[in-house]
């Protein structure tokens, strides 16, 4: 499985964000997808997870209400929609494949990366 991320860029606190990640290979509808986001010198953070089916949801406690994920297994993409964004959510932002939970040691595979900034 190959990811692409994109949507990333700067946006100021309170603002939104949508990001994408585009999935080719093997069928993405076949297993769980989520976004973790790192800052340098720290780990790498969970931030949404959604399963196979899309039936089921989870989120970080620092983005819950906030951050909402989606699926088009269509489509093969997968979204992060972010509103009220916050100077603490600047990051690099990781979509990932085929895991469980909460732990990025878990996940498959993983896309490239894209910088999500926010002014305050």
């Known amino acids: 499985v190959q990811l692409q991320a994109s949507g990333g860029g700067l946006v100021q606190a309170g603002g939104s964000l949508r990001l994408s990640c585009a999935a080719s290979g093997r069928t993405s509808s076949s297993y769980a997808v989520a976004w973790f986001r790192q800052v340098p010198g720290k780990e790498r953070e969970f931030v949404a997870a959604?399963?196979?089916?899309?039936?089921?949801?989870f989120y970080g406690d620092s983005v819950k209400g906030r951050f909402t994920i989606s699926r088009d297994s269509a489509q093969n993409t997968f979204y992060l929609q972010m509103n009220s964004l916050k100077a603490e959510d600047t990051a690099v932002y990781y979509c990932?494949?085929?895991?469980?939970?909460?732990?990025?040691?878990?996940?498959?595979?993983w896309g490239q990366g894209t910088q999500v900034t926010v002014s305050s």
């Open positions: 990932a494949a085929d895991g469980l939970g909460p732990d990025s040691h878990d996940y498959e595979y």
């Open positions: 959604i399963s196979w089916s899309g039936g089921s949801t």
